[in-house]
């Protein structure tokens, strides 16, 4: 068990619709990370969060939103969703090192997978 | 942000050695090589990190040459259960953001 809580695991939409994927991280972990498996592909970088702030950005499509609350959860907001946005979504949460931003361990979720039919 | 270069697939028999070998020439002076291993359906899991020399715990030991412009997972005595993607990721000291960011990793296959 990493400490990193994703929630719902399965869900299944139409297109069009939108979602809401749920992530809790490790206790203490400031940093909050989402990416975006397809089937048989790599992971790509989404959304990164520390602290409640949007820290990094990599190719998140302008449909999809996310957020950090000040409990440090963080929610992935999936709108007018298609077909190909079918994958598993994960979140990873890691501490920052102090004066080590060179050394970052994360810890992820067992993800969720969205299928849209 | 340093990007890595490792070999797409590797296949091994059980009971080997594996060495997988990643590329960074542009590692950044602050900069730590982390591995993660990727099982079908599941978040990557952290192995093993560091920064310098050789580092070893209980699942695999990394060496890293002196000028860390390479890093190279061994994985001792590999069993069916091996078999998964593993990445190699370099720290993101300059921009200070700890980004993560992961390469197309590498599939090892054991092979009984």
């Known amino acids: 068990d990493s400490g990193v809580t994703q929630t719902p695991k399965h869900l299944i939409t139409a297109t069009g619709q939108r979602v809401t994927l749920r992530c809790s991280p490790r206790?203490?972990?400031?940093?909050v990370y989402w990416y975006q498996q397809s089937l048989d592909q790599g992971l790509q970088f989404l959304i990164q969060?520390?602290?409640?702030?949007?820290?990094a950005k990599g190719n998140i499509l302008e449909r999809f939103s996310a957020q950090q609350f000040p409990d440090l959860h963080s929610e992935l907001n999936l709108s007018s969703l298609e077909l190909g946005d079918s994958a598993l979504y994960f979140c990873a949460s890691s501490a920052i090192h102090r004066g080590q931003e060179g050394r970052t361990e994360a810890f992820f979720g067992q993800g969720t997978r969205l299928t849209v039919v | 942000l340093a990007k890595t270069t490792q070999p797409i697939s590797m296949d091994s028999y059980e009971g080997q050695e594996v060495n997988i070998t990643c590329s960074h020439n542009?590692?950044?002076?602050?900069?730590?090589i982390t591995w993660y291993q990727q099982f079908p359906s599941q978040g990557p899991r952290f192995i093993i990190q560091g920064y310098k020399t050789k580092v070893k715990n209980e699942v695999a030991s990394l060496f890293i040459p002196a000028d860390r412009k390479s890093s190279t997972l061994s994985l001792p005595r590999v069993s069916l259960s091996d078999t998964a993607v593993y990445y190699c990721l370099v720290g993101d000291s300059q921009t200070g953001a700890n980004n993560l960011f992961f390469g197309t990793g590498t599939r090892l296959t054991v092979i009984p």
């Open positions: 206790s203490g972990d400031l940093s």
């Open positions: 542009n590692i950044a002076t602050n900069d730590y």
């Open positions: 969060y520390y602290n409640g702030e949007e820290r």
